[in-house]
Nanobody
């Protein structure tokens, strides 16, 4: 059974930082491209960042380039999203996803507010 469990969200002030974590199980993580998506209030899900199976290739939403970094530890079956210089526009529920499959976690809430 595929499981993706996100954590690390919370309330942070503008300009602050958070690191999200997604622990994966039930599929060959080290052979899978992975992504982070977010869903802002009243909007659909958007792709924030993705990473290849060995971590050499990454891609980012323009709005987060230079502020967010996606990373993975295949030995721990874990995906990360390091977020810096957060703004209120980053407020969303963040989800990890296995690429090319409809496997989603339940998400973790990130709220950026003073």
């Amino acid at each position: 059974q595929v499981q993706l469990v996100e954590s690390g969200g919370g309330l942070v002030q503008p300009g602050g930082s958070l690191t999200l974590t997604c622990v994966a199980s039930g599929f060959p993580f080290r052979q899978s491209g992975m992504s982070w998506y977010r869903q802002r209030p009243g909007e659909g899900r958007e792709l924030v960042a993705q990473i290849g199976d060995v971590g050499f290739t990454t891609d980012y939403l323009d709005a987060v380039k230079g502020r967010f970094r996606i990373a993975r530890n295949n030995g721990l079956n874990t995906l990360y999203l390091e977020m810096t210089k957060l703004t209120p526009e980053d407020t969303a529920v963040y989800f990890c996803k296995r690429n090319n499959y409809q496997n989603w976690g339940r998400g973790t809430q990130v709220t950026v507010s003073s």
